[in-house]
């Protein structure tokens, strides 16, 4: 069974950092994409970024471009979001997802709040 | 960027009737990349549909996935409890970046 849990949300200041983690289990982690998803109180979803297989490429949502940076450690099993000069609009629960396309397994999320 | 647009944004219906949800891409979704979720309060999104078409693993076949190019439709034949909810089309056939429709909740009459 695919497991995915997120760790590391929080509250933080505007202008602050924070780094997500995702472990995953129950499935070979090197071998698929995996991506951030967030949404916003309230709202829809929101693709964040994916990462291939080997780190080799990975891709970001406009609004998030220079500012986070997605990365796995394949002999961990582990997903990473480094999340930095935070805004009140980045707001969200953060989800990992499994897989560069249709997401057949999420994590239960972690909350982001920016705020001072 | 693809934009998807689904409606209607709220579907008011009673157990046992037909749902169908529509989501329209601002410009052809190629091979028909497209899925649908399911999402319930305070949790994470579910799989239904992707390929516009094909059930995901262990889905009732109550729900079926149609269309292509620009117009997709998930369709609920006979509504369960369990189905009030929040359902997004997400598109993966032009990414990134990989896109999501607003929403459409389905809630009981």
């Known amino acids: 069974e695919v497991q995915l849990v997120e760790s590391g949300g929080g509250l933080v200041q505007p202008g602050g950092s924070l780094r997500l983690s995702c472990a995953a289990s129950g499935f070979t982690f090197s071998s698929y994409w995996m991506s951030w998803v967030r949404q916003a109180p309230g709202k829809g979803l929101e693709w964040v970024a994916n990462i291939k297989e080997d780190g080799s490429e990975k891709y970001y949502v406009d609004s998030v471009k220079g500012r986070f940076t997605i990365s796995r450690d394949n002999a961990k099993n582990s997903l990473y979001l480094q999340m930095n000069s935070l805004r009140a609009e980045d707001t969200a629960v953060y989800y990992c997802?499994?897989?560069?396309?249709?997401?057949?397994?999420w994590g239960q999320g972690t909350l982001v709040t920016v705020s001072s | 960027e693809i934009v998807l647009t689904q409606s209607p944004g709220t579907l008011s219906l009673s157990p046992g009737e037909r749902a169908t949800l529509s989501c329209r891409a601002s410009q052809s979704v190629s091979n028909s990349y497209l899925a649908w979720y399911q999402q319930k309060p305070g949790q994470a999104p579910r799989l239904l549909i992707y390929g516009a078409s094909s059930r995901a693993t262990g889905l009732p076949d109550r729900f079926s996935g149609s269309g292509s190019g620009t117009d997709f439709t998930l369709t609920i034949s006979r509504l369960e409890p369990e189905d009030f909810a929040v359902y997004y089309c997400?598109?993966?056939?032009?990414?990134?970046?990989?896109?999501f429709g607003g929403g459409t909740k389905v809630e009981i009459k």
């Open positions: 997400q598109q993966y056939g032009s990414s990134p970046p990989l896109t």
């Open positions: 997802a499994r897989g560069y396309s249709a997401y057949a397994g």
